[in-house]
């Protein structure tokens, strides 16, 4: 069974960086394809960023101040993440799913992280 960690998260002012990294184990990982999603306080969880082999794909919102690169020797996946802003802050989940076919769809990934928060300060 795929298990993900994720690590990283803390408070950082508006306009900071942070650096996110989700670390997988079981399972073959260069087949998964793997994203990243937020949830916010009282908001639906949503797509942050993806990234098949070397394909990336990301939401309109973070295009231009967001990376994600992966690490198949080491079984990571990273987010990148620039000029942060407080609408940010959130909990930050890996994901990932068998194939490499891109998806946006929160019910489309099959094992999860637990999570790790993210809160941008003004």
């Known amino acids: 069974q795929v298990q993900l960690v994720e690590s990283g998260g803390g408070l950082v002012q508006a306009g900071g960086s942070l650096r996110l990294t989700c670390a997988a184990s079981?399972?073959?990982?260069?087949?998964?394809?793997l994203g990243w999603f937020r949830q916010a306080p009282g908001k639906e969880r949503e797509f942050v960023a993806s990234?098949?082999?070397?394909?990336?794909y990301f939401a309109d919102s973070v295009k231009g101040r967001f990376t994600i690169s992966r690490d198949n020797a080491k079984n990571t996946v990273d987010l990148q993440m620039n000029s942060l802003k407080p609408e940010e802050t959130a909990v930050y989940y890996c994901a990932g799913k068998l194939g490499l076919g891109p998806t946006t769809k929160v019910n489309g990934y099959d094992f999860w992280g637990q999570g790790t928060q993210v809160t941008v300060s003004s």
């Open positions: 990234i098949a082999w070397t394909s990336t």
């Open positions: 079981g399972g073959t990982f260069s087949r998964y394809f």
